[in-house]
Every structure is written in structure tokens, then in C-alpha cells.
């Protein structure tokens, strides 16, 4: 079991940055690869970025490339998303989420466990 809690979200002016925290608690949480996902009222849940349990591998949708990075550290339980050149249609609830299979890291239904997610409002 593995309990997953978002922090940092916020409201930000387009263009801006945030960096969205995930702290899990459980003993194996560096033996797990780690998503973040989004998902606005009525839409499905979005992946945004994917880690290896490592960190030595990272993914994205071409929506966020270049602007959005995923890290993690292991020793604090804890992974990281810093959004940058925020934009409105970044607007969303974000979700990090624990337990998928690195070929199944971009599949919402791969996942095991999930936070609570953290709102992110970027003004135009």
C-alpha cells in the first residue's frame, strides 16, 4: 500500500512556473516508477509525465515537452514536477500516481495508486 499526497498547486499567470510535490509514504516507493497525470471536469485523465523508478529515464506527451520536467528523490519519498511557461490550457486538477510498468508508464490504467491531485489555474 502506498499513500500519495500532491502539494504546490496554485494559481499562476501564463507564462509563469509552478513545481508540484508528491510525497508518498510506504517503504518500497524507489522501487516504483511514478506519473503525473491531469484531468479537467468531463475530460479524461491525461498523462503528463512519467519516471523510472531510477530516474534515469523520463517521458512526456509532445503537449509538454520542453516545458515540463519530472524528477524524484528517492531518499525524501518524494517526485517533482516543475511546469514551466505555463499556459491556460494548462489549467487542470494534477494527479501523481504509483505502480505502473515502464511500457505501460503513459496508461492511466496501469496505475496502482493515486493522490488526491492538486489544482493548477493559469490565467490568460
Known amino acids: 500500500q502506498v499513500q500519495l499526497v500532491e502539494s504546490g498547486g496554485g494559481l499562476v499567470q501564463a507564462g509563469g512556473s509552478l513545481r508540484l510535490s508528491c510525497a508518498a509514504s510506504?517503504?518500497?516507493?524507489?522501487?516504483?516508477?511514478m506519473g503525473w497525470f491531469r484531468q479537467a471536469p468531463g475530460e479524461e485523465r491525461e498523462f503528463v509525465a512519467g519516471?523510472?523508478?531510477?530516474?534515469?529515464?523520463?517521458y512526456y506527451p509532445d503537449s509538454v515537452k520542453g516545458r515540463f520536467t519530472i524528477s524524484r528523490d528517492n531518499a525524501k519519498n518524494t517526485v517533482y514536477l516543475q511546469m514551466n511557461s505555463l499556459k491556460p490550457e494548462d489549467t487542470d486538477v494534477y494527479y501523481c500516481?504509483?505502480?505502473?510498468?515502464?511500457?505501460?508508464?503513459?496508461?492511466?490504467?496501469?496505475?496502482?495508486?493515486w493522490g488526491q491531485g492538486t489544482q493548477v489555474t493559469v490565467s490568460s
Open positions: 510506504g517503504r518500497s516507493f524507489s522501487s516504483y516508477n
Open positions: 500516481a504509483v505502480g505502473s510498468t515502464i511500457s505501460t508508464i503513459r496508461l492511466r490504467e496501469a496505475y496502482k495508486f
Open positions: 519516471i523510472s523508478w531510477s530516474g534515469g529515464n523520463t
